[in-house]
């Protein structure tokens, strides 16, 4: 097999050639296994609302009774606290379940749609279809939750998958391969691990969905490997999210909401706040006061405090860093590579030029610009890549609605931090280099569905008009028809 690796320069990413020297096609291992799923899936197993109900099901019952071992697992990965990962990595699970299995029945029944007198008589209606075999590509910052949401949109569409969690965060994957298993229908779901090899294996089979969470330049790969078979994506990606900070904002509250949105997990969360613009006239009252809120959070010594968890890798610690050099710490700074520890840590007045300012984060370091006006701080927001999350903290409406009505990003909150992710009527998903397409709720099941029209005619009732030859008569009689 000649899986060459190459350089994509564009992206700085190994991508790994799908060519073949010997006959075997790359990925071949693999395709057996993506074919008995088609068949299951051709079978019209997986469609029944019964089935999906029994997956769901046997879905809570495995968090349910394993949320010892998922939070064992995020603890040896991401040194995440019991309660942490309770939260983020189950809890949003189950409410997901009991959203999906409540709605479930009226989410797959035919949408009825009104009909047009040319086509008179006729009804017409849109079903959710499953769009068939899927494959979901899993990220380690949240590598449990991250993993097992989209599997439920699949579940709950009707449709068998792949599911690759991330190699990095090692024991949840490990995990997620033990357990699902002795859970769910082996006949429609399989557990696939490994890394950039194993991903770039399964990416050149054919799947009907691709489902990726993970950063912007493997986004890329998956996209352009679904498009050598025209399959739909969904890409979860992440980018700069900005924290917009004015002199009307509650000050307390707001230091203190921005801590914990972006400390928790050690900001590796895709929606963390990755700096903060705030007005002049507040920046020494709200730095003193998210320095007190940090405290409060994780004390003076988070080294050693159960509820501060460690960076994914030693590389990420290292690079996170960098980022630091020739940079104005005014807070923590506090680094051990060997211990995978970054202190909650701010940064003054980077400037807008520097890697800190340019790239994603990812990590707890929070730089702090000041800027004189509400408007610059939005121009500045809109002058680069669309964000995954944007966060304004104010009093001032008319503030609020210039921020939502110019700053372009996937999810907004207004005087918060990631609250929108527990509302399930509100998709979530970036736009542009942040991603494409949602879930959550209703859209964890249509992100795995097709819109099927249908329309149903009788044989009663023809209207010839449609028929040559056309006669001046027939054109004009249609002309009242079909405006
Ligand atoms: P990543 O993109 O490096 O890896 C994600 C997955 O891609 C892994 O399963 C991995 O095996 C696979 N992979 C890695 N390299 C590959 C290659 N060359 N070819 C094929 N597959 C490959 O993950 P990351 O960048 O470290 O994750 C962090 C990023 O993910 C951040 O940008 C963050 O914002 C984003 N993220 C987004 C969300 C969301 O829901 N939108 C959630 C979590 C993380």
Redesign the pocket.
Known sequence: MSDKAVQDTSCD????EFSSANGHQFGEQYASQVDELRTVFQSGKTKSYAWRIAQLDAMKKLMQKHAADIQAAVNLDLGKSKTEAKFAEIALGLSEIAYLRKNLKRLMKPQKVSSPLAAFPSSSYIKYEPLGVALI??????PFH?TIAPLLGAIAAGCCAVI?????ATNTSQLIAKLLPEYIDTDAFIVIE???EE??QL?TLKFDKIF????????K??MSAASRHLTPVTL????KSPCLVDSSADIKTSAKRIAWGKFINLGQT?IAPDYVLVEASVKDAFVEELIKQIEVQYGKQPKTNSDYGRIINSRHCQRLAGYLVEQDVIYGGDIDIQAKYISPTLVMEPSSQSQIMSE?I?GPILPIKTMSSTQEMIDFVEARPHP?AAYVFTKDTAFQSNFENQVTAGNICVNDISMFMVNHQLP???VGT??MGGYNGKYSFTSFCYEKSVMKRSFRLENNLRYAPYTSFKTWLMSKFIR
């Open positions: 990413t190994t991508v790994v590509i899993g990220a380690w910052n949240y991250l690759k969690p991330s190699e990095l490994g890394g950039k991903t770039s990416l990726y969470t993970g950063g912007e330049q493997v986004g790969i998956v979860e990606l992440g980018g895709c994603e990812f995954l979530f998903g970036g942040s991603g």
